[in-house]
Structure formats: structure tokens, C-alpha cells
């Protein structure tokens, strides 16, 4: 919807233009753009404040994972299969970002029903799981291993960057997801750092036909 579009490009903290105001850009009724508004309520763009008007979200915490990092990687009716958690030494690719040497390998699934949306895997630093035992343990923190550290060190943290990428499913990929043949996947790459320190590395792998979200 050319409206959603438009009103995302507001800068934050910015009010957006009157409903009536809308309607006569868009040539739309008013129930369209309430409509079109509370979407992008629910989506956390926008958020309104009562006798002041609706304001457009920082989309740089959007996209920072903080709501991620607070509230867990599920959504309404989506639960986590905790894989494993084991300790590895660390892959190249992740060595380059949190440095060479042993880490936690945390893996799951989020499944909705039977049907499997995301598999994820995270390496997490070993001076972490003396803050936070629980990554060591085979199940899913509640609600993040990065909100208990945060909560106990007194330490933010945050998403320093974000890497959305595509590649053709791996055989590890289509068993975890439960694919039957090859398929191009999504792949998010999340970098965790607390201060200047990289604490976590993490990779969210979509099956096909499920959205990716940034937030």
C-alpha cells in the first residue's frame, strides 16, 4: 500500500499528516486510513499519543532488535524447540566477528504448529555464561539470553549490525526445516555487543514463504 510506504519514510519522532489530509492525497475513505494506521500500529512503525497526534517510531531501534533482544524471537502462537547447547569452537565465519576460541553453539527451531519457521543458532561468548548459566543449559532462555544479561550485568545490549542474505538450502538446512528439496532461504545475521565488546553472533535461517522481520 502506497500509504504505509509513504508514511514510513517520515522521519522519527515526526507526526503524520491528518486522516483528512490522507484521504485527499490517497483518494482514500477515512475507514481505509484508520485502517492503514492501526497496521502500522501493530507493526510497531508508528505509535500514538492521545490530543497529540501519531508519531512515526525510530526505525533505527526497530532495526537495532530491541524488541527482539526484550521480548523473545516468538510471535502469538509460535513456540521454540531448543536444539542444543554445546560447546564449540568457534566457525571462521563467526571467529572473524566474536574472535577465535571455544564458545556456546545454542540452536532451535520457531515453530508454529507442525509447521517450522525459522531455524536459529547463536555463539555466544564463554564470559557470558557466568553471567547467564543458562546458555549452557539444553533450553530456551526466557525471554533471551541477551535480556538476562543485560538484567544481571547492568549492561545494554544491543544489535550493532544486521546482514539479510540468500542462499541455497543446505543439507543441514532441509532437515532442520523439514524441506524436501533444495529451496533459496532467507538468512539474517545478527552481531550482539554490549559497550565495544561483540558478546554473540546469530543466524536465523526462514523456510520459504515466511516473512523475515527486522524488528
Not at 66 to 72: A, E, M
Not at 83 to 112: D, F, M, Q, Y
Not at 174 to 190: I, N, Y
Request: charged share 20%; glycine share 8%.
Amino acid at each position: 500500500m502506497q500509504l504505509r510506504a509513504d508514511i514510513c519514510k517520515v522521519k522519527p519522532y515526526r507526526t503524520i499528516p491528518p486522516t483528512r489530509f490522507l484521504m485527499q492525497q490517497f483518494n482514500l475513505s477515512d475507514n481505509a486510513v484508520y485502517r492503514a494506521i492501526g497496521l502500522l500500529k501493530a507493526e510497531g512503525y508508528v505509535h500514538s499519543q492521545q490530543g497529540k497526534g501519531v508519531f512515526v517510531m525510530d526505525r533505527r531501534a526497530l532495526i537495532s532488535g530491541t524488541r527482539r533482544i526484550l521480548d523473545g524471537i516468538t510471535q502469538a502462537d509460535e513456540t521454540i524447540h531448543h536444539k542444543h547447547s554445546i560447546r564449540v569452537e568457534a566457525p571462521s565465519w563467526v571467529a572473524s566477528i566474536l574472535g577465535e576460541g571455544e564458545c556456546v553453539n545454542r540452536a532451535r527451531t520457531v515453530n508454529r504448529g507442525e509447521v517450522v519457521l525459522q531455524a536459529s543458532q547463536s555463539w555466544v561468548r564463554l564470559d557470558v555464561a557466568e553471567v547467564v548459566p543458562e546458555v549452557d543449559e539444553p533450553e530456551a532462555c526466557d525471554p533471551s539470553w541477551q535480556a538476562l544479561y543485560q538484567q544481571r550485568s547492568g549492561q545494554p545490549v544491543t544489535v550493532a549490525s544486521k546482514v539479510v542474505d540468500a542462499r541455497i538450502s543446505t543439507p543441514q538446512d532441509r532437515a532442520d526445516l523439514g524441506l524436501d528439496a533444495d529451496h533459496a532461504l532467507l538468512v539474517m545475521r545478527s552481531v550482539y555487543v554490549t559497550g565495544d565488546t561483540v558478546i554473540g553472533v546469530g543466524e536465523g535461517v526462514y523456510a520459504p514463504g515466511h516473512p523475515l522481520a527486522l524488528s
